[in-house]
């Protein structure tokens, strides 16, 4: 059974799921001057109300940042961009991701069913603004080589090492400290 093409699916849907957002953006970005302010009955210039609307959700989202894990769910074989094989094996439980969102964990796509498809489950974590949660997935990201669950595993070139299970310096879902 070829799988890559099932593999690619996830990766090619947020890749859409990025252009539109990226679409969208942009369009909400007022392409005149007038478009972006307002003047007062006094002859003050402030912000239009939907620009100030769109600044304000900005900041809401950099403010209200969420640090989540993905964990297997069931003994399997994950997707790993970063392992030679190009996938790796969990014990439930086992951490496969950290990441952050400033949106819900719906919106994220990480919905029931694309969880279930995957074998994982959602873990939260923290909540805090983006400066807060990026330094603690780096930290989360960064320890994971000293985790127990890592540290159980042999190493490599150790004769229990198979191809899909050793220790790794990044979780499986984890590319790089970001």
């Known amino acids: 059974m070829d799988t890559t093409k099932s593999n690619r699916f996830p990766l090619g849907l947020i890749l859409v799921g990025l252009l539109i957002t990226g679409i969208f953006i942009y369009m909400s970005i007022p392409k005149k001057w007038e ?15 939907d620009w100030a609307g769109t600044v304000e959700r900005k900041q809401d989202q950099y403010a209200n940042q969420e640090l989540y894990a993905l964990t297997a ?23 496969y991701r950290y ?50 669950e890592n540290l159980a595993r042999p190493i490599s070139s150790s004769p229990e090492a198979r191809a899909y299970w050793y220790r790794l310096v990044l979780p499986p879902g984890n590319n790089s400290l970001e």
């Open 35 to 49: 478009d972006a302010t307002k003047v007062g009955d006094d002859g003050a210039v402030t912000l239009s109300d």
């Open 73 to 95: 769910v069931i003994d399997s074989y994950f997707l790993c961009q970063h392992c030679p094989t190009g996938k790796f094996f969990l014990k439930t439980g086992e951490i």
């Open 99 to 148: 990441g952050t969102t400033g949106i819900t964990q719906n919106k994220r796509g990480f919905n029931e069913k694309w969880l279930n498809r995957h074998k994982l489950n959602y873990v939260y974590l923290q909540m805090g603004d983006l400066a807060t949660i990026k330094t603690r997935e780096a930290a989360l990201i960064g320890a994971y080589a000293v985790l127990p």
